[in-house]
């Protein structure tokens, strides 16, 4: 009884790890959603990051994406984005943080 | 002592002139601080007429006279202000900048229209003239780096007109200089109805050769009096009757390369056509069926890919246009001696076409972004243009495709470029046949034998 318990607690560890290796491999994943910015931060004119918190259309969950990009930044900064802005967004989690790969205004013709 | 002093003064001032040549500080900023921006006639101080030579060009006018387009009067100006396609299915006119109605699902409404890539303030709007029109010109937003874009967008005055905001500050005044790519960009960047919609262009170090070397859009687009040179893009139409092209003197000449053999196929071969390999952006788009979107506001249903990631077509290209109702595309021939192998990225567009008249109509979209209603968009710009019946051309209106050939004239690349066996070898990118070669001749351009010894020297040297 005592062994199919280890081999069960043996199996167990053993899916974590799979489960584990699973999601680190997945976290090279883009991950895709269209939101409303509800937040932007940015410290000043230099600043090389900046995040800003995205309300899912689909979930209505709040996403805060790190933008890393000069372009997106400089948008920020002269606020050609603003907050209330519809975004398309590709984003991966890198160390826990959602860094985003594309940041887009969304705009009909 | 005054000596001293009359040299450290002199010291002064020449070090203030070389700080501000140095920085490129404008010369004009002193007394702009001075006096604040009001605003073209604060720079008509020193810079007289310039408001008015705006008036007269493509940026004010949205349209210009066009002499290399089949179908059209020779008389009349044509562009966004006026022209109807299926990029954006509507101009200047039929979709005038205004409230659409409410979303029946939100009860909201917003702000749509073409003339909103205008530097006027829409009460001077395109083409407009006279004083009134002088004064409204926007010039930070091309020649500041300070511009607030919170202030660029429609509002509705007291009387009930709808404006364009511009940012008038002093602040934005105060940082004028030579326009920048973000400058350009504020509306080059969305044509065709967001980024990378219209053309795929991106500008930046990685997508392009010359943004890599540092170089912004007027170093090419050297544009005097405002008259700013363009191409001959097919689907481009208006232009300021100055042309800039990669084989200028001034750029790179015909026969840019140590390579004999490169600069022998520059005869019959665009530049474009090995320097610029993909193209991007929408390549096609349903006008007739509109989707809804997050917002619940509607949008024409739209296929499209990144900057980089579409093959272009290529064709023969003497640098007039066929122009019609289903094709608006390039011209030319193997045989004209004029014409070179050139790169295109093909747009499909559906939208409704005159049941009567076989004619491509256009939309207005405020009735289709706030519910859907497509033929109430065609109806409306029917009625603007004054056509006959409009109801029943609305009514019996029939769907149909144009296809359409952008020019590809950015995302330019060296090291990528195209090589003796992206052409010759027998899977290369040219379809040797569609442009005219003999079977015969199709033997002799598809085999090693054109390139064998040259890349062979090539690959010894790599390794």
Not at chain 2, 18 to 44: F, N, Q, R
Not at chain 2, 382 to 396: D, M, V
Request: overall charge positive.
């Amino acid at each position: 009884m005592k062994k199919a318990v280890s081999v069960m607690v043996l199996v167990a560890v053993a899916a974590l790890t799979i489960f584990c290796f699973g999601s680190v491999a997945s976290a090279g994943e883009e991950i895709k959603m269209v939101g409303v910015i509800t937040k932007i931060d940015i410290a000043g004119k230099d600043a090389k990051t900046a995040t800003a918190t995205l309300k899912d259309n689909k979930t209505e969950q709040l996403v805060v994406i790190t933008v890393e990009d000069d372009l997106t930044l400089d948008k920020f900064k002269d606020h050609r984005i603003v907050e209330g802005d519809e975004i398309r967004c590709k984003y991966e989690v890198i160390d826990g943080k959602n860094v985003s790969k594309l940041f887009r205004k969304t705009a009909g013709c | 002592m005054k000596m001293t002093k009359a040299i450290a003064a002199a010291l002064g001032l020449a070090l203030t002139a070389t700080t501000v040549l140095a920085a490129g500080v404008h010369p004009g900023k002193e007394s702009i601080e001075k006096s604040g921006y009001k605003g073209p006639e604060t720079c008509e101080e020193c810079h007289p007429g310039s408001a008015k030579g705006f008036l007269d060009t493509v940026h004010w006018k949205h349209a210009s006279k066009v002499t290399n387009v089949e179908g059209i009067d020779a008389k009349v100006e044509y562009g966004m202000k006026n022209r109807i396609y299926v990029m954006c299915n509507g101009n200047d006119i039929v979709n005038n900048l205004k409230e659409i109605p409410k979303s029946p699902v939100t009860g909201k409404s917003k702000f749509s229209g073409c003339n909103t890539c205008h530097p006027g303030n829409h009460l001077s709007d395109v083409g407009s003239t006279g004083a009134a029109a002088e004064a409204a010109v926007d010039c930070l937003v091309c020649h500041s780096t300070d511009y607030d874009f919170r202030q660029r967008k429609p509002f509705k005055n007291e009387k009930g007109e709808v404006v364009m905001g511009q940012d008038r500050s002093t602040k934005a005044a105060l940082a004028i200089g030579k326009p920048t790519v973000k400058n350009c960009m504020v509306c080059h960047e969305a044509a065709g109805g967001g980024v990378i919609v219209k053309r795929g262009f991106s500008f930046t170090k990685d997508t392009d050769a010359h943004a890599a070397k540092g170089m912004v859009c007027v170093d090419c687009h050297k544009a005097k009096d405002h008259k700013m040179p363009t191409g001959h893009d097919p689907n481009n139409w208006a232009n300021d009757g100055v042309f800039v092209s990669c084989a200028d003197t001034s750029c790179h000449g015909v026969k840019p390369h140590k390579d004999a053999d490169l600069n022998r196929h520059c005869a019959k071969i665009a530049c474009q056509t090995c320097h610029i390999p993909r193209t991007g952006g929408a390549f096609a788009k349903d006008f007739t069926v509109w989707e809804q979107t997050p917002d619940k506001f509607y949008e024409p249903t739209t296929l499209k890919k990144e900057a980089n990631e579409t093959t272009p077509v290529y064709a023969w290209y003497n640098g007039t246009v066929k122009n019609t109702p289903h094709f608006i595309g390039p011209k030319g021939s193997k045989k004209d001696g004029k014409s070179k192998i050139t790169p295109f990225k093909i747009f499909q567009g559906k939208a409704y076409y005159n049941k009567q008249t076989g004619e491509l109509l256009s939309m207005d979209f405020a009735q289709p972004m706030s519910d859907g209603d497509t033929r109430a968009g065609v109806l409306s710009a029917a009625k603007t243009l004054g056509l006959k019946n409009p109801e029943k051309i609305a009514k019996e209106a029939v769907p149909g495709w144009q296809t359409i050939y952008f020019g590809s004239n950015h995302l330019v690349t060296k090291t990528k470029a195209l090589y003796c066996a992206n052409c010759h070898a027998p899977n290369g990118v040219l379809n040797f046949k569609d442009l005219g070669y003999s079977d015969k001749e199709i033997v002799k351009l598809t085999s090693p034998e054109l390139f064998m010894e040259k890349l062979a020297q090539k690959q010894k040297e790599e390794w």
